[in-house]
């Protein structure tokens, strides 16, 4: 009876060896998964924030379109430079909007991470 105690016992301890070495691998998985969604949200919060940027920018430029068609009655804008410079910032900020995309799926690629 007493061999199969001992015997017991140590299979016992084997086991949880084993299962707290798996627990150790599952949450260091855990630990990477979350770093890397992570990363992903907070370039997804930038891009949010480049698109309100966006969004003020054409909203700007719509206000100033606007009021040059209806009080100049103008609707050329060669020479305007307002009317270049919110063009150009949207360009800009599209523009970085798509490296932060391009960032994401890098990050999807190199983690191998499927979902959206």
Do not use: P
Not at 66 to 87: E, I, L, P, R
Request: proline share 0%.
């Amino acid at each position: 009876m007493s061999k199969l105690w001992n015997d017991l016992k140590h299979n016992m301890k084997d086991w949880s060896n084993a299962a707290i070495e798996k627990a150790e691998e599952v949450s260091k998985v855990a630990v990477a998964k979350t770093e890397e969604l992570t990363k992903i949200s907070k370039i997804k919060l930038e891009i949010h924030q480049l698109q309100r940027d966006c969004r003020r920018e054409r909203e700007e430029l719509g206000k100033l379109t606007y009021n040059q068609a209806k009080d100049a009655n103008m609707v050329n804008f060669t020479g305007n430079n307002d009317f270049f410079s919110h063009v150009e910032k949207i360009d800009v900020i599209t523009e970085s909007i798509n490296m932060k995309k391009s960032e994401i799926k890098n990050i999807k690629a190199e983690y191998n991470i499927n979902e959206e």
